[in-house]
């Protein structure tokens, strides 16, 4: 029988060239438009740069939506136009498209299963395995789950080095991918360093980076890390639970909505991951069901970095302190 949510969705899945070619404009466009700006403004004062490389790092994330739409398939009814474009915005964004959308398409069929944790998604650990790790893995959970490290230091790793490296199961396209992504990278940062030196073109792409892998990481964990969230064993899980429970609905102010792509409609995109993200909140929009999907707002996401563990037991995840309490009372 087919799921009620399939047809509904079904009507939203239509790629559009031109809003796919705007989003470019506009957010391509518009990146490259201001390290123009930055490459004028350098010589003049690092107070009028910096705010733009801050900038930049926003546009940024929005660059990113595009490469994600890209590896889904779903930005350009054409395949050869999405890999073209997932190529590009992946030079831009330090991210190797076929390896990434490899990692990505597991995330989707995994999310929320704890049996199938571990690629592509945000380290995450039950009450039993943290009690039952050595010490050395207990204290490497806690630096990888505290906030400055997975907002400020993870993205840089993950976008500098991480992303430079192959994969050991990946598959000849992917690590080629990984080789001509760096490739590119090394050139395009040649040329820019010609334009702005080396130092300051090394601050300037690293600031970018670090706001918008910060942006990004932020994205990421609120869309699968809150209270309320969805974790099932494997004889347990449903993709439709995992995406209307497990996945949220990110509630954001209109401008930041716009320079996160609308990926704020999680939950939709996790049941249909061919929906282009131009067509995600009129598909939310247009049908009670799936209002189901969890509202986090901004407030509730930046709430939500203090859980740090599933407890199976109540399925919820909880933050130490709450282990703290269990330990004291002799439940945990």
Known sequence: MTPAWKPLVAAHRRSSAARASWQIVNSVGSYLAVWCLMAWTVNISWWLTVPLALFAGGLLVRVFIIFHDCGHGSFFASKAANDFWGFLTGVLTFTPYD???GEHAIHHGSTGNLDRRGVGDV???TVREYEEAPIRKRIAYRVARNPIVLLFFVPLMMFVIEHRVPRRRGNARERRSVWLTTGCIVLVGTGLTMV????PYLVLQLSILAVAGG???WLFYSQHQFDGAYWRRSEDWSFEEAALQGSSFLVLP???QWFTGNIGYHHIHHLDSRIPNYRLQACHESHPLFS?????TLFRSLRAFRLKLWDEPSGRLIPFRQLARMRRRGCA
Do not use: E, P, S
Request: no cysteine; glycine share 14%; proline share 0%.
């Open 123 to 125: 380290w995450t650990m």
């Open 254 to 256: 209109r401008v930041l």
């Open 99 to 101: 390896q990434w959308r």
């Open 196 to 199: 702005f030196g080396f130092v």
């Open 292 to 296: 189901k999907g969890t509202a986090v």
């Open 215 to 217: 942006i990004g990481v």
